[in-house]
């Protein structure tokens, strides 16, 4: 190992950044990889799909704000929503009007909140296929 420099040690560092541009506590992603490593040790994968599994909880978390811009113009609080798609399962539409609506629009009065929900159904495939910023 000695001085080289490493992938893992560039997507660490990134993932700090993210972390914070995500709204989370400092070194999640880090901790999301050491235990999403551990698990698939104590399974008993091979080292290749251990590593694996490092990478792509470390990804998970790396590039996350990039819609930063785009969430604070359609709900007024980025952190908010990035609290809200953790706690809301996005697959279920119903959990999507039952948690994940109401927490990221909480901080809008009642009128933007229902523009933020409209602009959502109608524009959601930019938001989440890399729009622009001004797309939303």
Do not use: K
Request: charged share 25%.
């Amino acid at each position: 190992m000695g001085d080289r420099f490493r992938l893992a040690d560039l997507l660490g560092g990134l993932s700090l950044v993210s972390d914070l541009g995500y709204g989370v506590p400092t070194e999640t992603a880090r901790r999301t990889a050491v235990i999403g490593t551990d698990l698939a040790r104590r399974m008993g994968l091979p080292d290749d799909e251990v590593a694996d599994d490092f990478y792509v909880s470390v990804l998970f978390h790396v590039g996350c704000p990039a819609y930063s811009h785009e969430t604070f113009e359609l709900f007024g609080d980025d952190v908010a929503v990035n609290h809200a798609a953790v706690e809301a399962d996005l697959s279920d539409i119903r959990d999507v009007f039952a948690t994940f609506i109401p927490h990221a629009t909480r901080v809008l009065p009642p009128a933007a909140r229902a523009r933020a929900v409209v602009r959502m159904a109608t524009r959601r495939s930019r938001l989440w296929q890399g729009s622009q910023p001004g797309e939303l």
